[in-house]
């Protein structure tokens, strides 16, 4: 509980809560590190925060950009309100370069740059271990109608662009992210969740030779070290660009 607000949903990394309008939430963001499907825990003090306040500059550019998201307005430096949605649960990454699982599970090379974005959905189901799943099975589940699954595909591509762009101006490589949708009060599909470096792999453009360095969760996922010190230079760079 935090103050009248009761707590409806907890998370991994996230808690949200009731609001006095029951079209809004409250979301909480955590100081605890999941990764591998929370086989590997930790607690970053002020991680929460950084992701709170990384994710409203995200959202709020995203919305002058006419991508309807769920974010409302901030409401501490680890609290924000947002719309409440009926999450759809898939997980759409989108892939500039290909790293992680991609380079676990194909051929291709860590590091290759893709000819055009690739779209990876994935189904939300920790039971399962959140399994790579096809169009075809998303609607024999019926998850989506083919209809609303393109209508995500094609934000998703916006937003993309959009964010390649924002983070170029703040010398970071969007490598790829992961996004989550649901449906608001009126039925509209729209874009939940948070955008921070717990979902998005961030290299940093600043860098003399070709090394790779992360500023984004695989400091943790790596054990690199400097976790808090990399969000905290992403929130810096948001914070001196605009
Ligand atoms: N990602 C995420 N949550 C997940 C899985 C992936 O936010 O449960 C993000 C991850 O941070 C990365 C992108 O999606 O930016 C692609 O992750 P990938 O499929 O390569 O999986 P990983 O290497 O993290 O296992």
Request: glycine letters at 4%; hydrophobic letters at 40%; proline letters at 2%.
């Amino acid at each position: 509980m935090i103050n009248n607000y009761k707590l409806i949903y907890e998370g991994k990394a996230k808690k949200v809560f009731s609001h006095s309008d029951s079209d809004k939430v409250l979301i909480e963001f955590k100081d605890d590190a999941t990764a591998f499907n929370a086989l590997k825990k930790a607690k970053f003090n002020g991680k929460g925060k950084l992701n709170c306040l990384i994710s409203a500059r995200i959202f709020e550019h995203l919305i002058k950009n006419n991508i309807p998201t769920h974010f409302l307005e901030l409401k501490s430096d680890n609290t924000m309100i947002a719309e409440k949605i009926k999450i759809i649960p898939l997980e759409i990454v989108v892939r500039n370069i290909a790293y992680g699982s991609l380079c676990k599970e194909t051929t291709i090379k860590a590091g290759t740059v893709l000819a055009k974005p690739l779209i990876d959905i994935y189904l939300k189901n920790d039971e399962l271990n959140d399994p790579l799943i096809t169009k075809e099975r998303i609607e024999l589940m019926n998850i989506l109608s083919s209809e609303d699954l393109n209508l995500i595909i094609d934000l998703t591509l916006k937003i993309n662009v959009i964010l390649k762009s924002f983070f170029k101006n703040i010398q970071l490589q969007l490598v790829d992210f992961k996004l989550e949708f649901g449906y608001d009060f009126k039925n509209n599909i729209i874009l939940g969740d948070e955008i921070s470096p717990d979902n998005c792999r961030l290299w940093d453009l600043n860098q003399k030779n070709d090394t790779i360095v992360s500023l984004d969760k695989d400091r943790f996922r790596n054990d690199l070290g400097g976790l808090i010190e990399a969000y905290s230079e992403i929130n810096r760079r948001i914070n001196d660009f605009t």
